[in-house]
């Protein structure tokens, strides 16, 4: 005898929704592997980044180079107070242009927390470098204070 499949109401929207899901699902999948990615909302903690970053320091944007086909540019930079992974004097990083990272302009004074990706890439995405002009030197100096007393997850 055979069975007969009755149509039910609700069998339907569930399955509408798991269509739905899964397609939004491959559209963030196929983003994600295109390299596309949505902007970052908020920085994390001085602290937090602290942890996280491999150098930390102060500094003026000595010299910018765009490295071509590369995604990279390479920076020069005077550290002006180190905090993390760095002595004072020159120092000089190729850094990561994607959209999520911070674009160095000559002869700005900058705040850097950056984390080695490869061998001798760094990255800012989604951190806390930024530039600061002269009126924003208070909160350069703010931030440094705070660095100071999170100093003890530097290593």
């Known amino acids: 005898m055979p069975i007969l499949v009755r149509y039910h109401p609700g069998v339907r929207t569930s399955i509408t929704v798991i269509m739905r899901t899964c397609a939004a699902l491959g559209v963030v999948v196929?983003?994600?592997?295109?390299?596309?990615?949505?902007?970052?909302?908020?920085?994390?903690?001085?602290?937090?980044?602290l942890s996280s970053a491999q150098v930390?320091?102060?500094?003026?944007?000595?010299?910018?180079t765009d490295v071509q086909n590369s995604g990279l540019q390479q920076v020069r930079l005077r550290v002006l107070r180190a905090v993390k992974g760095v002595r004072p004097g020159v120092w000089s990083g190729a850094f990561s242009i994607a959209a999520e990272e911070h674009?160095?302009?000559?002869?700005?004074?900058?705040?850097?927390?950056?984390?080695q990706r490869q061998a001798h890439t760094w990255s800012t995405a989604c951190g806390r470098t930024r530039a600061f002009d002269s009126s924003e030197l208070a909160l350069l100096?703010?931030?440094?204070?705070?660095?100071?007393?999170?100093?003890?997850?530097?290593?």
Do not use: N
């Open 30 to 49: 196929t983003l994600d592997i295109m390299g596309v990615h949505a902007e970052c909302l908020y920085p994390p903690p001085p602290c937090s980044e």
């Open 141 to 155: 100096t703010e931030e440094l204070s705070q660095l100071k007393t999170c100093r003890s997850t530097a290593k």
């Open 103 to 115: 674009h160095f302009a000559v002869g700005s004074r900058v705040l850097v927390y950056g984390t």
């Open 56 to 64: 930390v320091f102060s500094g003026e944007v000595l010299g910018v």
